[in-house]
């Protein structure tokens, strides 16, 4: 298989296991639940042909001997076998395979460490090049040591070939977390792998698919259909993590909150014993170590608010808190930092960087451990983050132009581009890895009253090359927010190729950037049509009945669509389904009703727009603030048990409402408020994410 592109392999393997059986679809957590509870043979050997490339590829660099390979090859998958109910959960298995495969590999291997050098047979291997089996010994050991999060990001995705959008999808999370997980792990792994003295480029080999021998696949699916004796050696390994798992339950979830792909002892050395010591490294101590986690389970609120004087209504002076829970009640409030609003930035889009910092609008890193500004560049303003590394821009007059880079890891700041060089001049929505952007542009001498349909055309954006037109679409229109932006056409992104958007109202398309082709998705018939009475339209802004000047699109965790227009829509783009939303969910078992209260009359930028709060099912209250929640700046966050949103409140004596954060708990039931001048969300700080205080 020398030369073939592994993502298309790894496709081609998906699609011949769907075609061949109709459990082919199905999750990973699914598969093993059947197979745990009715032994369905057909799940088991859908998990084999889904993951069988990336567990022989895993073997075969460690071991590099065919008889070797296979003999670990078919432990893993007996070991998966007999413990199928112990590694039950939520999400993929992929990472957990890897594990299992690994150091199943790394104990096969040390059977023949008092003799010669085996030469190799694995397929597509050569006897020399030493410099390749000695990587070849430790990538595994590197990956291994990742955090979970970012492993599992990098099987998915680099070994089992996965796109960034389809990894998502598996574990329950936006692309962009994909992405950014995934560029930290690849960081992490170059510089480590760097560490022990191999190229920039030693990673790429890591990625290449090698086709299971179907004689080997037949011998691990018979193990799964118990049809088939084991031999001895297999046998005693299998029994071995059999063993260990018994007394250890594995779980192996992810949801598009987690911080961490959490595994148990017994998955993170699958069979008993430890592996073979790897070679000595160089002393090497990390910029940034791993701080212990308390034992507590209470969460905390990170906020900014107003720092007010005496009789001010308004402040440029901000200030990052800590809110602390226990039992569904505040124990406590931390000051963090207080800073300008030039520094910290109102309302702004707040980044977390391994669950210990916070960066700030304005190109301001703050480490809550140490409790410092860990970077500060006067002027910055920031771009995005990527893993641990933060790109800025300078918009300070007189001061140096460019992109800008700071890595919280190495603690270096460095100059990466200049103004508008590369990627950083796309404008619009940019695709998840930052190669191309879509934009709108208004048809011209074209006149549409408000609140109908205009036309404009989508262009396409790549570095390095002219712009070009996908063709022409429909929205509505309006005079304030994005409605006449010409930079953000309603739509979102799938994958780095695919963007899904309207061709007119309520027919929706995908347009593939890289074929320059439309795919039609669904076709909603709307109870609502722009020009009609109940599309009204307020002066010369064209608004929905919900109050939008255009629609809107999301991504759910689970890879569902969520489309605004004269109703809230989900809609399944694999399926090409589509049904109208009640509730539209939080995260942590927390959704909000889809059909807000209170839209009516066509004064609809000066609506408040209320909606109802559940959780489990359950009523809790309304809100009139988290209809305008977005991921940029969110207005409302949820952890487990609890939601802290952001509401406009009339304090006692006051004639102008104001910012406050109230905040709910499953454990009382009950809502509080605290008394802050809010000013934005930075998110939940748990207890298994926050690091230990003074480390």
């Known amino acids: 298989m020398t030369g073939t592109d592994p993502k298309h392999l790894a496709a081609h393997l998906r699609a011949i296991t769907r075609a061949a059986n109709p459990t082919g679809g199905l999750p990973d957590a699914e598969l093993v639940r059947r197979y ?48 199928a109910r112990s590694v039950g959960g939520r999400g993929s298995i992929a990472a957990w395979l890897h594990r299992v495969a690994s150091n199943a590999a790394l104990k096969v291997k040390a059977r023949h460490r008092p003799t010669a050098e085996l030469t190799p047979d694995v397929p597509g291997e050569t006897p020399g090049d030493p410099a390749d089996r000695e990587f070849a010994g430790v990538v595994d050991q590197e990956l291994g040591r990742l955090p979970d999060h970012y492993r599992v990001a990098f ?31 690849r960081a992490r792994l170059r510089d480590r792998l760097a560490r022990r003295g191999f190229g920039p480029g030693a990673l790429a080999g890591v990625a290449v698919v090698v086709a299971v021998p179907p004689e080997v696949s037949a011998v691990a699916i018979a193990f799964g259909a118990s049809t088939l004796i084991p031999p001895l050696a297999i046998d005693q390994l299998a029994n071995q993590i059999g063993r260990t798992m018994s007394r250890t339950t594995v779980t192996i979830g992810i949801t598009a909150a987690a911080v961490a792909f959490t595994l148990s002892a017994a998955a993170v050395w699958a069979f008993e014993g430890q592996p073979p010591t790897p070679p000595p490294e160089p002393p090497f101590r990390p910029a940034v170590a791993p701080a212990p986690r308390p034992q507590e389970e209470a969460p905390a609120l990170l906020f900014t608010e107003l720092v007010l004087k005496p009789g001010e209504t308004g402040s440029r002076t901000l200030r990052l808190t800590r809110a602390a829970f226990r039992d569904g009640k505040l124990t406590g409030r931390e000051d963090l930092y207080t800073g300008d ?43 995005t983050v990527e893993g641990t590394a933060v790109y800025f821009y300078n918009q300070k007059a007189g001061g140096p132009e460019g992109v800008f880079r700071y ?44 609140g109908n349909e205009r036309p404009f055309d989508i262009v396409l954006n790549r570095v390095g090359k002219p712009k070009e037109s996908l063709g022409e679409f429909d929205s509505t229109i309006g005079t304030t927010g994005s409605g006449w932006s010409p930079d953000f056409p309603p739509g979102v992104w799938l994958d780095d190729d695919r963007f899904l958007t309207q061709a007119t109202l309520g027919n929706v398309v995908i347009v593939n950037t890289a074929e320059k082709k439309q795919e039609k998705v669904v076709e909603i018939p709307l109870t609502h049509r722009p020009g009609e009475k109940s599309w009204e339209s307020w002066g010369e802004s064209g608004f929905t009945p919900l ?72 009523v809790i209250g309304t809100s009139e603030s988290v209809w305008w929640t977005t991921p940029e700046k969110p207005r409302v966050v949820t952890t487990d048990g609890y939601l802290a949103v952001i509401e406009r409140v009339l304090r006692p004596g006051k004639v102008l409402p ?15 408020m605290l008394d802050v001048w809010a000013d934005a969300l930075v998110g939940w700080e748990s207890s298994a994410a926050r690091p230990a205080r003074g480390a």
């Not at 889809?594 to 609809?604: C, H, N, Q």
Request: glycine content about 10%; some cysteine; aromatic content about 10%.
């Open 658 to 672: 104001s910012d406050a954060v109230r905040v709910w708990s499953a454990a009382t039931g009950e809502w509080q």
């Open 155 to 185: 099987v998915l995705c680099c070994l089992e070939g996965m796109t960034n959008a389809e990894a998502a999808r598996e574990l329950g999370c936006p692309i962009g977390t994909v992405d950014s997980r995934l560029h930290a792990a």
């Open 547 to 618: 109050g939008l000047q255009q629609p809107r699109f999301s991504l759910l965790p689970d890879g569902r669509v969520v489309y605004e227009a004269d109703v809230v829509y989900f809609i399944d783009v694999g399926k090409k389904t589509w049904e109208k939303a009640a509730w539209r969910p939080l995260g942590h078992g927390f959704e909000y009703s889809a059909v807000p209260d209170k839209i009516e009359g066509a004064d609809r930028s000066t609506k408040t727009v209320t909606v109802s709060l559940r959780h489990k099912g359950k």
């Open 341 to 383: 609003a030039s520094e910290i930035g109102f309302g702004s889009q707040y980044r977390v960087i391994d669950g210990r910092y916070v960066v700030f609008q304005y190109a301001t890193v703050f480490d809550l451990v140490g409790k410092r500004v860990r970077y500060s560049f006067d002027g910055g303003r920031i771009i």
């Open 407 to 450: 890595d919280v890891a190495t603690g270096l700041a460095d100059k990466v581009a200049e103004p508008g060089a590369g990627r950083w001049g796309l404008r619009g929505a940019i695709s998840p890895r930052g190669a191309k952007s879509i934009t709108r542009e208004w048809k011209k001498n074209v006149i549409a009253l408000a």
């Open 36 to 83: 745990s509870d009715t032994r369905d043979e057909a799940a088991f050997e859908v998990l084999v042909w889904r993951h069988g490339p990336m567990v022989w590829g895993t073997c075969c660099r460690i071991l590099r001997h065919q008889q070797d390979a296979e003999d670990a090859f078919q432990a893993v998958f007996l070991a998966l076998a007999r413990s």
